[in-house]
């Protein structure tokens, strides 16, 4: 079960309301969308992307029935990634809409699955991708690439400090066998990493992170989404985007900037939204989590 961040918040930050066209461009399992599309009600439309196959698919049957006395032409379901969201609204001749929402990363639904291979607590394969039919699995970077590219990624999109010494572990390790599953490659880190500060967080948690980033290509994702998702919002719509680390949160307030400058549109969220007290406690998930929201011109 995946609880939706910052739902409340979302749905005010993006003006939710009867007749709206809305693309929720990370569905998932449809915690903001079952909001939204409440909220735009029977005359909205609603356009649902996700990366994952087998999630969006899940996620339209459990919704068409949820609202099947809507209109079902008006609710849209597709399996993209939402860097290709211009080619989507091309797909299914949408020429603008009214807000945009990404709730950036994985879900718990996927951490929990062990074959995504995402979560260094569960044996599975070390795949991360969120769309199995596109780019290369984790385990093939980990066991091809040489140790200064795997320390330069582990270093750039996971922070980690021992980024290289880690990169320098795989290659030692990958020679003697093929480095293939999650606990494979966590073990070999917290072998080497063993300050477990108590509070802190696991040892092989940036490197996991870095490994992610880099298989779905996220970063270029996200830089594509912020490109071509403003030209798509009608004036006064809004893009709302909810990141989970200060990498990811970096590109979205930089990304808004640059739009606010070419005179696109202005950022509503001089600091970003995070969750409340209560709202952490219920959800430890949400504890990282930070909403920016941009108003088209
Ligand atoms: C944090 S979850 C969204 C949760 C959802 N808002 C909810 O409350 O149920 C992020 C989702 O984004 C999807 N995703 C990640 N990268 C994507 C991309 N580039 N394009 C489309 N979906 C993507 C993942 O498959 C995952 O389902």
């Not at 003006?15 to 599309?37: F, S, W």
């Not at 698919?57 to 068409?64: A, G, K, P, S």
Request: proline letters at 4%.
């Amino acid at each position: 079960m995946h609880i939706p961040v910052l739902l409340h918040e979302v749905i005010e930050s993006l003006k939710c309301h009867p007749g709206m066209t809305i693309v929720d461009a990370t569905t998932n399992g449809g915690g903001h969308a079952r909001e939204i599309i409440q909220r735009i009600g029977p005359t909205g439309v609603f356009v649902g992307i996700d990366w994952d196959r087998g999630i969006i698919e899940q996620t339209e049957r459990e919704l068409r029935k949820e609202f099947s006395s809507y209109n079902q032409s008006l609710l849209k379901f597709v399996w993209s990634n939402y860097a290709d969201i211009k080619q989507v609204f091309a797909k299914e001749n949408i020429t603008s809409v009214d807000a945009v929402l990404a709730d950036l990363g994985f879900s718990s639904l996927q951490i929990d699955t062990p074959q995504r291979g995402m979560s260094f607590l569960r044996e599975g394969p070390l795949d991360m991708r969120y769309d199995t039919s596109a780019r290369v699995p984790a385990y093939e970077i980990v066991n091809s690439f040489s140790k200064d590219a795997l320390a330069d990624i582990i270093r750039a999109y996971g922070e980690e400090r021992y980024a290289r010494a880690i990169a320098e572990r795989i290659v030692i390790e990958r020679k003697k066998e093929r480095i293939y599953t999650t606990r494979q490659l966590a073990e070999l880190i917290e072998r080497m990493v063993p300050s477990y500060k108590k509070g802190g967080i696991h040892p092989a948690t940036r490197t996991f992170q870095a490994l992610r980033i880099y298989v779905n290509g996220e970063f270029e994702n996200i830089e594509a989404l912020l490109r071509d998702a403003p030209s798509l919002v009608t004036p006064g719509g809004r893009l709302g985007i909810i990141t989970f680390h200060s990498l990811e949160d970096k590109h979205v307030k930089h990304g808004f900037k640059e739009l606010a400058d070419k005179g696109m549109g202005r950022v509503i969220t001089k600091k970003p939204i995070v969750p409340s007290e209560s709202e952490i406690q219920n959800n430890v998930r949400a504890r990282s989590a930070k909403l920016r929201v941009f108003e088209k011109i």
